[in-house]
């Protein structure tokens, strides 16, 4: 971790995260405060994804994915907490599944089995 002081001459460290996307090649990488909220570093996220001009196209509404900790076991994580607080650098993110909506006692937009977020992230994985 760097730290870098600010005007009043108090010490912010940093840290460098890398922010991989599924379905987009290579993860995206840029400084974060270490007590940045993870739906800070979500914005920033999809605004650099945007500005590199990357696919598939995201949009930039941060409360449609979901971000997960890559080197303590996919555990996703609260969008209040603060990125620093798990001592790690590395992260997935991904869009999350559409909530479907109960219409008569039936679920309208029933997911199909084998295409949530876990399979997709596996088929990557295995070509």
């Known amino acids: 971790m760097k730290e870098i002081g600010n005007v009043k001459g108090v010490m912010n460290k940093k840290l460098l995260v ?16 270490k007590d940045d909220k993870v739906s800070s570093v979500i914005n920033t996220a999809l605004k650099a994804y945007a500005r590199q001009g990357r696919i598939p ?11 997960y900790s890559i080197n303590a076991g996919f555990n996703t994580l609260n969008p209040q907490e603060k990125i620093g607080s798990m001592d790690v650098t590395n992260f997935l993110m991904c869009k999350k599944e559409p909530k479907s909506q109960k219409i ?23 070509g």
């Open 18 to 33: 890398s922010v991989s996307v599924l379905g987009s090649v290579g993860p995206i990488r840029f400084l974060v405060n």
């Open 57 to 67: 196209v995201l949009g930039l509404d941060a409360d449609s994915f979901a971000f």
């Open 104 to 126: 008569e006692g039936r679920r309208e937009n029933k997911p199909r089995a084998g295409h949530g977020w876990k399979t997709r992230l596996l088929r990557s994985f295995l």
